[in-house]
């Protein structure tokens, strides 16, 4: 059981370079989503997906793709990088439904830099 | 649109003492979720503690513990025994009742002297 994992680790990009993050889970979550996380901002919701097939928008979603076509995948597509997308990225997921005992599992992350 | 705001950017505290992290909300809801999730300098995102809205009991983990004030909207962590591998940044966060999605603090980063 890997929980979520995340890759790549580390990433340089060029401004303008596409890229895709990968992010998956091995616990049949339905609920997966995707944070940045910015010095002095905390972390915050770009997008999420209740299951394959759903998504929606977070508080920050510009720049940004997913798509959902299984449950254990959720990819976040930056399709023209730009210096202000340089963050820390987090995958997360749990299982849907706002159940009370649940929890949130999140990835190691992602740091990209966008020169 | 509901909010989480800590106040403290930094906090320090001697090991082996006790320190309190400062986290109010706002929002319209009545029951909901709290949480308070810790972040090491390896980034690694870990979940200390958690209160139920509709729970007066406040909750405790260990060396951890909430002060859940629902009326003033209030919800303080509080180590005890302070220790060296408490040093993180540590992050307040909400979520809804019937909603998945988290709302989380700027954060407080926490250093602990020997």
């Known amino acids: 059981n890997a929980g979520v994992t995340q890759t790549p680790k580390f990433q340089v990009l060029k401004t303008g370079q596409s890229m895709t993050l990968q992010c998956a889970q091995d616990?049949?979550?339905?609920?997966m989503s995707w944070y940045r996380q910015d010095p002095g901002m905390g972390l915050r919701l770009i997008h999420y997906s209740v299951g394959a097939g759903i998504t929606d928008q977070g508080e920050v979603p510009n720049g940004y793709n997913v798509s959902r076509s299984t449950t254990e995948d959720f990819p976040l597509r930056l399709l023209s990088a730009a210096p202000s997308q340089t963050s820390v990225y987090f995958c997360?997921?749990?299982?849907?439904?706002?159940?009370?005992?649940?929890?949130?599992?999140f990835g190691p992350g992602t740091r990209l830099t966008v020169l | 649109a509901q909010t989480v705001t800590q106040s403290q950017p930094e906090m320090s505290v001697q090991e082996a003492e006790t320190v309190t992290l400062s986290c109010t909300y706002d929002t319209s809801e009545s029951d909901y979720y709290l949480f308070w999730y810790k972040q090491p300098p390896s980034r690694q995102m870990i979940l200390v503690i958690r209160?139920?809205?509709?729970?007066?009991q406040n909750a405790t983990e260990n060396r951890f513990s909430v002060n859940f004030q629902k009326a003033a909207k209030s919800f303080s962590l509080k180590i005890s025994d302070s220790q060296l591998g408490d040093a993180a940044m540590y992050f307040c966060?909400?979520?809804?009742?019937?909603?998945?999605?988290?709302?989380f603090g700027t954060g407080t980063r926490l250093q602990v002297f020997p």
């Open positions: 997360a997921s749990k299982t849907s439904g706002g159940a009370r005992t649940d929890t949130q599992y």
């Open positions: 209160q139920e809205a509709y729970k007066q």
């Open positions: 966060a909400y979520r809804g009742y019937n909603t998945d999605k988290l709302i």
């Open positions: 616990m049949n979550h339905e609920y």
